[in-house]
């Protein structure tokens, strides 16, 4: 990686961070969660303290089904935020994300800006790396960096084809990219590293669920639309007028995230589907895992509480799990499994 190029992926980051932070990014679709709605149960039989939102995910227990969706890196900035999201994943025992990788393999002195284990030596963690960098001369072994950078027990592959045409700088060549996924999910096994694909929120359909599935990823998060907009974040980052107006018809472009379970689940039954995609709180979190998600993840809460402090990301992951125990008492579900299968109705 060229000087240039170093400067062009840190300052890319910190835009990112400041227009999710100060402007306006939310998709124009919503995310379907709110045609659905849970039976009330004014009789649950339940002691609620005995309520279990635990789960295994990958070898690792967490204490709930929410992870702390991948944001940030690269950056002094994306440190201090990083580090504070990692304290309060430790102190709740829950999963965590981190941020498009590539400049930490390209650029070591950037790996401090991701490097959490410190801090939170027992969480689930996830590298992070774009699949379409697949096609620009990563490799098995560049992936295999990233996790060893991190300590990470899995990684991500992030899917973003959208967004990188929108971006002057973004990486256009998609063509072949599912073989060459192939090849990092079989090469990890070799170190027994289970790979996630995900989408930034534009939703995973049935069909490439299944492509995916074929090819042995072990989870798709279907990251999909009703949150952050990242063709309206990358509208903000356009440095003239036809650049914005390209990146501006895309504001309600996507798979809504109720959908995109739905067709994923349906798809591709062998592998574990993470929800994300602009849930805000328990309640929608629980309807992810009635509709066939094992977990939830929430990207821009935490980043906006992680913004001012470790005990504000700490209070946010508290209301959250808070919510999702309320809900399961409402709904009579002891555990997760009766969650599963809490009935939601059509509104």
Known sequence: MSADEGRSIEQRKADHIRINLVEDVDSRVTTGLERYRFIHNALPEIDARRIDTSLSV??????????????????????????????????????????????????????????VRDLAPDILLFANIGAVQLNYGFTVDDCRRAIEL???????????PLQEILQPEGDWNWSGLLEKIEQVVHGLAKDSV????????????????????????????????????WSQVE??????????RIAAAFVDWGIPTADSIRYVREAAPSVLVFASGGITNGVEGAKCIALGATAFGMARPFLKAAAQSTDAVVEEIAVVVGQLRAVMLAVGAADLAALRHAPLVRV
């Not at 991190?150 to 973003?160: C, E, M």
């Open 58 to 115: 990958f070898g690792k227990r967490l204490n709930a089904p929410l992870l702390i969706s991948s944001m940030t890196g690269g950056t002094e900035e994306a440190r201090l935020i990083n580090r504070r999201l990692a304290e309060a994943a430790q102190h709740a025992r829950i999963a965590m994300g981190l941020g498009s990788m590539r400049a930490a393999v390209l650029k070591p002195e950037l790996a401090s800006t991701f490097q």
């Open 150 to 160: 991190v300590g990470a027990d899995a990684l991500v592959l992030h899917l973003n």
């Open 194 to 229: 289970p790979v996630v694909v995900k989408e930034v929120g534009w939703g995973i359909s049935a069909d490439v669920a299944r492509r995916l599935a074929e090819v042995g990823v072990a989870a798709i998060d279907v990251a999909g639309a009703g949150g952050t907009s």
């Open 235 to 244: 509208m903000f980052r356009a440095t003239d007028a036809v650049q914005r």
